[in-house]
């Protein structure tokens, strides 16, 4: 299994429009962030879990040239503004491009990007859409997907295992029956928006308990703001969590 972080920033993005903060200046390249997202590649299969606006860009900074299929979290702006840009992959295979997610991400899709599922003249450049809702583990090829419900703020979204890896970002809360989702994996991937409190997602603090519960060999911190210095965080995290960067490559 090969993985590579497309974007590891919150939902502004880092540099955040009009800020002239020490990370929003950082020469370090660790440190700019496009909004989060994540390509597995598996047996011959490459997914993509979310779609942010910066979709195009991340796809060829990474030279990735085939998709196969898209898994939502949820239907939040930075997770499916970049939906638009996987029409070329629906062109050049000449189907319906799959996207699995939570019922009520999808219903949102269909309303956002009505015009893709409206008939209009041909032209245009509209993806060709399938939209199927999940709750159970499924079957993708031999890949087995496991959706791991998780409570963002007071929305239920979705993590996803595949095989020993694990991506939650946008949590929280972990209901109790998903650590037993959890249970065993090697490399997680874990919500850790900033160093103070907030609403919908785990603040660092909150999201080093959870890594540390969770058990997991390595576990990457993700969906991180302006708030979080990449080298000074890492130098304050013990040695099995490390903050993720755009381009960051795993192979399990």
């Not at 994996?185 to 660092?204: G, Q, W």
Request: net charge positive; aromatic share 8%; glycine share 6%.
């Amino acid at each position: 299994m090969k993985i590579r972080f497309l974007g590891t920033g919150t939902s502004h993005g880092i540099p955040v429009i009009g800020c002239h903060c020490v990370v929003c200046r950082s020469k370090d390249p660790k440190d700019k962030r496009s909004r989060a997202s994540v390509y597995i590649h598996t047996k011959g299969l490459d997914f993509l879990i979310d779609a942010g606006p910066e979709l195009r860009r991340q796809l060829l900074a990474a030279k990735i040239d085939n998709l196969d299929v898209l898994l939502l979290t949820h239907a939040h702006a930075d997770h499916i503004a970049g939906l638009d840009d996987v029409r070329i992959f629906s062109e050049r295979q000449a189907r319906d491009f799959p996207i699995f997610g939570p019922r009520s991400a999808l219903r949102q899709v269909r309303q956002r990007f009505d015009y893709v599922f409206c008939n209009t003249q041909k032209g245009g450049g509209k993806p060709r859409l399938a939209l199927h809702p999940v709750q159970h583990p499924f079957h993708l090829g031999q890949v087995r997907v496991v959706p791991i419900p998780l409570w963002h703020g007071k929305l239920r979204v979705y993590g996803y295992r595949i095989k020993d890896f694990a991506y939650c970002t946008d949590v929280s809360r972990i209901p109790e029956a998903s650590y037993k989702l959890l249970r065993g994996v090697k490399v997680l991937v874990l919500d850790a928006l900033r160093p103070l409190p907030h609403e919908t997602h785990f603040n660092l603090e909150q999201a080093l308990t959870e890594a540390k519960r969770i058990g997991a060999k390595q576990t990457y911190l993700t969906h991180m703001c302006h708030l979080l210095k990449h080298a000074e965080t890492e130098k304050q995290l013990p040695r099995a969590v490390r903050l993720a960067y755009d381009g960051l490559e795993l192979e399990l």
